[in-house]
């Protein structure tokens, strides 16, 4: 899939699927949406607002109110390919979520997920 197709995505769809791979293994909305708002620095009630506003994922992204800088820490590979070295910034972006709810979901603690 080409990176445009990505980019016009909407969070409504992406943000359930999110959400369930980390349900189906235990974890919950509220991990996800810490994870979230670490990357981004949007709030909760943010997230929430882009979920009823269709917004396009690459938009979340782009508008993101603090990206946080640790976030260049994100190492390792999400479908094949190693995040760190993605070299378009927005897809890497949108990687690091995959990349952090992946960790989520294979079990480890928050405090490791977020690099703390």
Known sequence: M???KVYAMRFDKIYPLLVSKAEKKGRTKEE????I???TGYRAE????AVQNSVAYGDFF???PNPNPNRKLIKGSICGVRVE???????????YLDKLV???SKGKTMQTILRK
Request: proline letters at 3%; hydrophobic letters at 40%; charged letters at 40%.
């Open 46 to 49: 943010e997230i929430e607002a």
């Open 2 to 4: 080409n990176s445009e």
């Open 62 to 64: 782009q508008n993101a």
């Open 37 to 39: 708002c670490w990357l």
């Open 32 to 35: 996800v949406d810490e994870i």
């Open 102 to 104: 992946d960790e989520l």
């Open 85 to 95: 070295d993605i070299d378009e910034p927005l897809m890497q972006e949108i990687r």
